[in-house]
């Protein structure tokens, strides 16, 4: 009869055989998105925005209702907050721009899971108004059914479900689909120093893939509750390829899944952090880590953090 270090012993071993095979796939991946073929004609010109109220919406909020890709199998719904004073008469300011997954979540509770949002737009209105935040655009990306397969950039377990791995072909979407038509419809500023990407739970770990294999379009990172467990870590094994030069926001908190001391969660995000820390990054210069000692995975637990998320992203107006 195995002893139970033995068993153990075996788990462990069949852990990093999983894990390295994941690697390994991942590895070779790797710059798939730069090759990925497009799966429909290319889009057309112009697609219209409307603005929308109610709900719990706040701000100046339009739509891009079922916005298509020639990458992805579904279209989704895009929320865009505008700043207050963009449509000011004689205005010509150019804005910074936050593209934040699960947008469905972001602005109103009507559409939100749970029926609880991140409350982003009474966040930045507020915080904008008050002179602590730069006014900046924000884009909001709904999910879809395949949810799991576009935050994901590696295929892996989600119970006995084996899936994932369309996480290049949403970043090509983001980038040369909606980036597009958002620097062509909106006044922004669209150089990578004023652009950034956000996410929590799986949006948190393919806002980390984008911020490794992106940074050039992407210069700001919200990694939110990030599920680094995916697909036995293999994003702890590949964020050493890190560029030094983002600006970082990272958390987790400490009631989220695993009630270990301390948690899982914590413990990976730690490892993250360490992973930053030894490429050069420096909190309260270009990185912001939080362990939110009452944070649970929910969306009552992120709009309780975004006012730090948004000021640590972009801060108050510059002088």
Not at 41 to 58: C, F, N, Q, W
Request: aromatic share 10%; glycine share 10%; net charge negative.
């Amino acid at each position: 009869m195995k002893t139970m270090t033995q068993k153990h012993d075996e788990e462990t071993e069949l852990e990093e055989a999983e894990a390295a095979e994941a690697v390994e796939e991942l590895e070779q991946l790797d710059g798939v998105a730069a090759e990925a073929p497009a799966k429909k004609e290319p889009l057309p010109d112009g697609l219209p925005g409307e603005r929308i109220t109610g709900g719990t919406l706040t701000g100046h909020i339009r739509l891009h209702k079922k916005f298509p890709s020639r990458y992805l199998d579904q279209s989704r719904d895009v929320l865009i907050y505008l700043p207050p004073g963009y449509e000011k008469a004689g205005n010509a300011e150019r804005y910074p721009v936050l593209y934040i997954h699960d947008g469905n979540n972001l602005f109103d509770a009507e559409t939100a899971f749970g029926g609880a949002d991140w409350q982003v737009d009474e966040t930045a209105e507020r915080l904008i108004s008050q002179g602590d935040l730069r006014p900046l655009i924000i884009v909001g990306v709904a999910n879809t059914p395949d949810r799991m397969d576009e935050y994901t950039w590696v295929p892996g377990h989600a119970g006995d479900m084996y899936c994932g791995g369309a996480g290049a072909l949403y970043a090509r979407f983001l980038i040369e689909e909606l980036k597009k038509m958002v620097d062509r419809e909106y006044r922004t500023l669209p150089e990578r120093e004023h652009t950034g990407v956000a996410g929590s739970s799986l949006g948190g770990l393919i806002s980390l893939y984008i911020g490794m294999h992106f940074n050039d379009v992407f210069g700001r990172v919200g990694i939110i509750s990030p599920s680094l467990h995916w697909s036995h870590q293999a994003s702890l094994y590949t964020a050493r390829r890190m560029p030094s030069d983002l600006h970082i926001w990272l958390d987790m908190g400490w009631h989220e899944d695993d009630y270990g001391r301390p948690p899982k969660e914590i413990r990976e995000t730690r490892a993250l952090r360490q992973i930053l820390d030894a490429k050069g990054y420096e909190v309260g210069k270009n990185l912001a880590y939080f362990e939110d000692p009452r944070g649970r995975h929910s969306e009552i637990d992120w709009a309780r953090r975004m006012p730090r998320i948004l000021q640590f992203l972009y801060g108050p107006p510059v002088a």
